[in-house]
């Protein structure tokens, strides 16, 4: 015997072994390629031990209503606005990020401020409305969202920040019939990026 033949004879063996299934997993196995027909068909799911029921545990303060199809965390800001049936246009409208700059920013970069929206402490929105008189606006702003309504538009805006909605302000410029509103934006991290 040569010592091909017997590197080839037990590299044969060896696979054997790994293919092989030990007589205790043998059970199991069979039970897992042969489903019953209440058990349905097999999915990537059932690869793996079972999976053990989480128990769901309530808040005990909170109280469960079995009415509610959702908890009210659940729906976004600005929801109560959204009326798809409603048959007034969306009017076009621009975001455009604000920083205020001076020459230590520009030239000598004393305030590390960036071109970058991180340094941007204002958001205007530029709002176009053909048609449209001041008086006829009504505008509502939240932390996420603004909500425009006028005769023959509305829009319901969820914003890229949150703003401070007590600060801002808003200007409609009649000859370009052009509302823009400009507003303070909240982030948590305002002290690293401005001193």
């Known amino acids: 015997m040569d010592l091909e033949s017997m590197t080839s004879a037990s590299a ?8 092989s299934i030990p007589e205790e997993e043998e059970d199991g196995l069979e039970q897992v390629l042969d489903p019953s027909p209440a058990v349905g068909a097999l999915s990537p799911g ?10 769901k545990v309530n808040p005990p303060n909170k109280t469960e209503n079995r009415k509610d199809i ?36 520009v030239f000598l970069g004393m ?12 958001l205007l929105i530029k709002i176009k409305l053909p048609g449209t008189k001041s ?28 703003v401070d909605s007590k600060t801002g302000k808003a200007s409609f410029i009649t000859e370009k019939e052009i509302l823009e509103v400009t507003l303070t934006m909240k982030r948590e991290f305002d002290f690293i990026n401005f001193f």
């Open 111 to 122: 305030t590390r401020k960036d071109p970058s929206t991180a340094c941007c402490e204002d």
């Open 135 to 162: 008086s006829d606006i009504t505008l509502d702003i939240r932390e996420k969202v603004l909500d425009l309504r006028t005769p023959k538009h509305k829009l319901l805006l969820h914003l890229p920040h949150p």
């Open 46 to 55: 059932n690869i793996g031990p079972a999976k053990k029921e989480e128990s």
């Open 70 to 105: 959702w908890d009210p965390e659940e729906v976004p800001e600005g929801s109560e606005f959204d009326d798809m049936w409603d048959p007034r246009g969306q009017p076009e409208y621009d975001i455009i990020f604000k920083q205020q700059v001076g020459a230590e920013d």
């Open 12 to 19: 044969l063996q060896a696979l054997s072994k790994l293919l």
